[in-house]
């Protein structure tokens, strides 16, 4: 009886699993990062405290994963840092991925006033200032006067540094952005090791 071709050629059969662990190594990548994390740099000052030039981020896939496969879009909740794909993308002008924070909400009204923002909703009214329900603060006096209604399917986001022209946001031309765009969640800050910090 006549040995296998891979019993008879070792090399090749070592060639084959190399090739196997690689397409697995891919897809495996592939499929952790279109639906479970993902992995951002941090590039400006615009998150500036929160977040700094250089940081590291993983981005938390998951819960836009869940609502797509219940078939709902995913809408972030007020307050939290996110990141989206830049509606207004241009290959080695703008930055493809943009990180803010969550402010107005579709269906909302949002006002900007001598730099201090109001949002208006059903459940209030009279406004609120969504600042005031974030641990972290923003730098600023934000900049531009604005009175908008956030579209359905879309959000408004602003930096955290919100000096000057230091955040291109919502409010300073970017617009609100679709939540289609939205990656996910900021989860945690794995870099600089020593600054580590959840969301």
Known sequence: MQASYLTRHPFAKDVINVVIFVVLVIIGTTFINAFVFRSFNVVGPSMKETLHSGDRLIVNR????????????????????????????????????????????????????????????????????????????????ASHEIITTVPDGHLFVTGDNRVGNNSYDSRSGLGPIPIYDVVGPVSVRIFPFDDLRFF
Do not use: A, C, H, M
Request: a negative charge; glycine letters at 8%; aromatic letters at 12%.
């Open 62 to 141: 998951l819960p836009v994963t869940w609502d797509k496969l219940r078939n709902r879009p995913y809408v972030p909740e007020r307050g939290q840092v996110i990141v989206f794909l830049n509606p207004k993308y241009i290959p080695g002008v703008e930055e493809q991925y943009i990180v803010k924070r969550v402010i107005g909400l579709p269906g909302e009204k949002v006002v900007l006033d001598n730099g201090v923002f109001t949002v208006y909703n059903d459940e209030f009214p009279n406004g609120f200032n969504p600042d005031d329900s974030f641990d972290d603060q923003p730098l600023g006096p």
